[in-house]
Each structure stands twice: as C-alpha cells, then as structure tokens.
C-alpha cells in the first residue's frame, strides 16, 4: 500500500497507509501528478480546524491538484495519461443557492480536501467526472494546480470590482495576495500598495509588479497622506487583518476580505469601520472560474510559476506543514509530487 499525508490533529502531519479508493460508477480515476499546500490546510494543521469543520478522523487534505488519467474517459473526450486538472467544489445544484449562481456558498457541498472528505496529498484519488477540468496542451503539472488558487483570486477580484486607475491597498503577499495582485493588474487596477510583514514575500510582491510595498500601514498613510484606498483587499491569515483592512480603506471604501484568521477569530474596533461607512464582502472559495483562470495561464497574462518556493514528495510533506507552520523565510507556495517529481515527458 502506497503512503498518504493524513492530518490527525493539530500539528500531527504523518504518513499512513494510503485510503481505499472509491468505486463509484461516475468516478474517474487519477495518479496524483502535483498537489499544492493550502493557507486552508495549514489552518487544519494549525488550529485543528476551521471554524465548525474540525479534524473528526484522520483525513488527506489537498483540494489544489491535478493528475493523469489512469484510464480513457471517452464522454470527456480524454486518453489515457492526459494531464488534467479537477475541482474539488461539488455543488449539490439544487438549494436556492444554487440555482442563484452561487455553488461556492451551497451548504451541501462536498469539497474534496476538506474533511470528512480525503484530498489529494495521496498518488491516487478517484473523482467525480464531472469534476475534471480538461486542459490545454502543454500545461504543467504545476500550472494545472495553481488553477485553483488562481480561481480564487479570480473570485476575490470579481467581488472586489477594481474601477480602472483605482488605487488598491493589498495586505497579505502569500500566494492568493499574489495571485490577487496580478489579476487585479489585468483588471486594470491602478496603483497596488502590497504590504506583508516578510520581506521576501515584499519582493515578491514588488516583482509581480506591486507600486509600492510596506511591512504595515505606515507605507500607506504616507502615499495617501492618512486618507486611505478607495478598495482594499485582504488575504492575510492575521486576527488584526480586518482591522487593518479598515484602516487601510478611505472614508466610504469597499473592502473585501479573503484571507483565513488564525484561530477564526478577528479583532475589530466596532467604530472604525461604521464612521467610515464600509462596504465590506467575503469571499468563500469561487464560483465558475476555470475557463478564465486557464486563459490567464495559456496566455501568460499570469504567472503562476515564480511563487512556487519548494517542490517535495510525499516523504517531505509532514516536514513541509511543520516548516509553514512556523513561517520559515523564503517559503510562499508549496507544492507536493505524490508520484515523485517528474515523470518522463515532463
Ligand atoms: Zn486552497
Ligand atoms: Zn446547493
């Protein structure tokens, strides 16, 4: 029996015996090629937890990945050994949710990846076939995986609804603040402020084309002499990022928020954001973005390829949790090779 990452509890990442795989009739069968790690699952692996959806039982995370198709899948049109991509997000399609066009919100979602549900830091999963996402020739395994962060930042600028030239404050460069920041450049976005307390992940900002950048909002009362952005965009994984995702927006702004609390919790004083008068979105996972994210990656209007730090197998991954866990410089994505790194043809 080949290994598995499971998350038994919080900071307890171990290989076990990979899970029995599905037999379900509409199941379509994958050999791992790359999965990525998630700020999501280090939440898991942090806290336990997010919120109500806690680590019961053992589970396999990884929803950002995608695979060879171990079989031909003729009603996808597909052979053998084709790359493809998957999302994880099944919608029941029948809540009123749903049918209002919002399957990342269903309360019945089955998202593989989020427990009771294993993911894909495993060599195998079998997933629903209609949950593959065919891709073009010549997508890497690495690009093919970063569809779905890169559809998430999709999602957040969607909300976020950038006017052209407007000034955005960014707190967070992890890879979605990244991601966000080069699609809030496609969108036409003006002047992108991107503040991150790492100084590696300031550069990395700076090179995915940020305006300026700052380790706190000082950089920010400086450039807009203390009035603040029209829109501001969180992606961090702080308590304080929505208090400072306030401070961070002028008077009568719109703020959306991304990123993930650690501990579920944010700190924010009530007044702040009411005499400011806000219009404040979350955003959960995405909606129908595939057919775009794919576009910005074949025509390399993105590039999902620089943020990606370390490259590991299955062996590395426990290590892998513990070393974002504990924030280690110079790390931003991460992705896991659960077949080993390369594969010929690569
Ligand atoms: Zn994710
Ligand atoms: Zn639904």
Redesign the pocket.
Known sequence: MPDALYLHAAHDARLGPAPALSNRPDGVRLDIAAV?L????LHYYKDGGIGSATIAEPFVPG??FAGWLTDDVPELGLGAGALVAVDPNAACGQCAWCHEGHPNLCPHVQFIGAPPFHGAMTPHLVVPRRQIVPLPEGFSPLEAVML??LG?AIHAVDLAKPRLLERVALLGCGP?GLLILEVLKVAGAGEIVAIDPQPHRRAAAAQAGATATGADLAVLADLTKGEGCPLVVEATNAPLGFRDAVRAARIGGRVVLVGIPDGDTYTLPAAEARRRGLKIKFAR?MGEVYPRAIELVRSGKVDVTSMVTAEVGLDEAPELFRRHAADEPGLIKSLIYPNGQKRKGD
């Open positions: 990525g998630c700020g999501s699952d929803h950002e779905e962060p998430v979605i996972r």
